[in-house]
């Protein structure tokens, strides 16, 4: 079985990124798996706490850039939906969230040093 990824377009974007900010997308995209299965479960695990932390580590990854608002507003609309516990708006918010990060991380990449 394949795990699902919810952060296909960060994950790309991080491939060139420095070895930590591939793991904490990576970590976030774990912990975003572990939350979906509690959402579908009906459950009320600790993944759901554990999610928000890690997707804040990735989203101080883009702090200082234009889109820095856009990516914590996905964050707040992710954190929304899990705890409501609504899965289609969880992962519709994901669609915006992997967006905003990936476009912040694909511009670091391009910047000259």
């Given at each position: 079985?394949?795990?699902?990824?919810?952060?296909?377009?960060?994950?790309?974007?991080?491939?060139?990124?420095?070895?930590g900010?591939?793991?904490?997308?990576?970590?976030?995209?774990?912990?975003?798996?572990?939350?979906?299965?509690?959402?579908?479960?009906?459950?009320?695990?600790?993944?759901?706490?554990?999610?928000?932390?890690?997707?804040?580590?990735?989203?101080?990854?883009?702090?200082?850039?234009?889109?820095?608002?856009?990516?914590?507003q996905?964050?707040?609309?992710?954190?929304?939906?899990?705890?409501?516990?609504?899965?289609?708006?969880?992962?519709?918010?994901?669609?915006?969230?992997?967006?905003?990060?990936?476009?912040?991380?694909?511009?670091?990449?391009?910047?000259?040093?």
């Open positions: 079985m394949v795990d699902p990824v919810f952060l296909p377009l960060t994950m790309a974007a991080a491939d060139d990124c420095t070895s900010v591939r793991s904490v997308a990576e970590a976030a995209n774990r912990a975003a798996a572990d939350c979906w299965a509690a959402l579908l479960g009906g459950c009320n695990s600790r993944s759901r706490d554990r999610l928000i932390l890690t997707l804040h580590d990735l989203s101080e990854a883009t702090v200082g850039s234009s889109h820095y608002r856009r990516v914590m996905a964050e707040c609309r992710i954190d929304e939906a899990v705890r409501e516990g609504d899965g289609a708006e969880y992962a519709e918010a994901f669609v915006g969230y992997d967006q905003a990060v990936a476009t912040v991380l694909s511009r670091l990449r391009s910047t000259p040093a």
